[in-house]
């Protein structure tokens, strides 16, 4: 069965870093693209950010440019969001996908939530 | 970024109607959109790709159309798990981004 399972969000003060972590199972993770989609409270879906197979490209949102990094061991078949500098606007429920296509996500983990308060 | 202009916001409909939703694209994505449905507390889930394209596992009651700027899914007999909220998103272009969500209702 194709599994994503998100891990590492809490609550955290503004400015603050956290480090999200995905752990991936039932395909081939090195073969794909993955990415990091956010919701925010009673708003709609946000993508923040993906990586090509190899970790070789990384694009990101605009809002959280310089301050999350996306990352993957593909050894591990494991996804990574490092978030620093966190901000209010930050707090959501993030969610990793596997892109079947670059941009285009077809499994999704469950979600884990992350809260950015003092 | 492409904007996803989606419509309505809300809708309230009841069990065997036929359901529209529009998504429109800020410019030309060709066919790269997908429509999603997300029930509250869970993960979206994709039932439409490349505009038109059923995912598979999902039912044929769900369907899609429309290629460049102007996108309408379509529920032809609307089920009471069909509850949820639904989505468009574009990915012709980086970042990939989302309508706003039209939030689905049984009268």
Do not use: H
């Not at chain 1, 990415?35 to 409270?41: G, L, Y």
């Amino acid at each position: 069965e194709v599994q994503l399972v998100e891990s590492g969000g809490g609550l955290v003060q503004p400015g603050g870093s956290l480090r999200l972590s995905c752990a991936a199972s039932g395909f081939t993770f090195s073969s794909y693209w993955m990415s990091w989609v956010r919701q925010a409270p009673g708003k709609g879906l946000e993508w923040v950010a993906n990586i090509k197979q190899d970790g070789s490209e990384k694009y990101y949102v605009d809002s959280v440019k310089g301050r999350f990094t996306i990352s993957r061991d593909n050894a591990k078949n494991s996804l990574y969001l490092q978030m620093n500098s966190l901000r209010a606007e930050d707090t959501a429920v993030y969610y990793c996908a596997r892109d079947k296509v670059v941009g285009w996500a077809d499994v999704w983990g469950q979600g884990t939530t992350v809260t950015v308060s003092s | 970024d492409i904007q996803m202009t989606q419509s309505p916001s809300s809708l309230s409909a009841s069990v065997g109607d036929r359901v529209t939703i529009t998504c429109q694209a800020s410019q030309d994505i060709s066919n790269y959109l997908n429509w999603y449905q997300q029930k509250p507390g869970k993960a979206p889930k994709l039932l439409i790709y490349d505009a038109s394209n059923l995912e598979t596992g999902v039912p044929s009651r769900f369907s899609g159309s429309g290629s460049g700027t102007d996108f309408t899914f379509t529920i032809s007999s609307l089920q009471p798990e069909d509850i949820a909220t639904y989505y468009c998103q574009q990915y012709d272009n980086l970042p990939p981004t989302f309508g706003q969500g039209t939030k689905l209702e049984i009268k």
